[in-house]
């Protein structure tokens, strides 16, 4: 069985409350609730974090290393902005799939940018809550193609 390491990355656990016409208003619960119902379809184990900090996102994704097969993230703002994220996702080496609810190429300038695009297998973004479904499905079958 696959195993995926979920990271939701800053203010995503405020889901549902902030600003819900750019964010939707699903919460980071039926999101993953959603996710874990793909999972069982799909065959795939699934654990989830989500930090505002971004040492403990690094933190869980080094802890990945070795114990899974994939990573799903969205790294909320820090997709702009963190060089960390990057080098840990590059030094893990695991394939990785970046995922945001927005589109954050039709968004302000300065989140047209990913740090994380150039170490993941590809992105997803603009499709709300549906950008996780998408992801985990695009993760699976290149991890699939892989073995």
Same mark, same amino acid.
């Given at each position: /069985?696959?195993?995926?390491?979920? !990271?939701?990355?800053?203010?995503?656990? /405020?889901?549902?409350?902030? &600003?819900?016409? +750019? #964010?939707? $208003?699903?919460?980071?619960?039926? =999101?993953?609730?959603? *996710?874990? @119902? &793909?999972? =069982?379809? *799909?065959? !795939?184990?699934?654990? #989830?974090?989500?930090?505002?900090? &971004?040492?403990?996102?690094?933190?869980? %994704?080094?802890?990945?290393?070795?114990?899974?097969?994939?990573? *799903? =993230?969205?790294?909320?703002?820090?997709?702009?902005?963190? !060089?960390? *994220? $990057?080098?840990?996702?590059?030094?893990?080496?695991?394939? @990785?799939? &970046?995922?945001?609810?927005?589109? %954050?190429?039709? $968004?302000?300038?300065?989140?047209?940018?990913?740090? %994380?695009?150039?170490?993941?297998?590809?992105? +997803?973004?603009?499709?709300?809550?549906?950008? #996780?479904?998408?992801?985990?499905?695009?993760?699976?079958?290149?991890?699939?193609? $892989?073995?």
């Amino acid at each position: /069985m696959l195993r995926v390491q979920v !990271v939701h990355g800053p203010n995503l656990n /405020m889901l549902g409350l902030r &600003e819900p016409d +750019i #964010y939707g $208003r699903q919460t980071l619960a039926t =999101i993953e609730a959603s *996710l874990e @119902t &793909e999972a =069982i379809a *799909l065959g !795939v184990s699934l654990d #989830y974090f989500q930090s505002n900090s &971004e040492g403990a996102l690094v933190d869980c %994704i080094q802890a990945a290393f070795g114990q899974k097969d994939g990573i *799903l =993230i969205n790294p909320g703002a820090y997709t702009h902005t963190s !060089v960390a *994220l $990057r080098d840990a996702i590059a030094a893990v080496g695991l394939p @990785t799939v &970046e995922v945001h609810l927005s589109n %954050i190429h039709k $968004r302000e300038a300065f989140r047209h940018h990913s740090y %994380i695009a150039a170490v993941a297998v590809g992105q +997803i973004c603009g499709f709300g809550a549906d950008s #996780y479904r998408l992801g985990l499905h695009a993760l699976v079958t290149h991890l699939n193609d $892989r073995h």
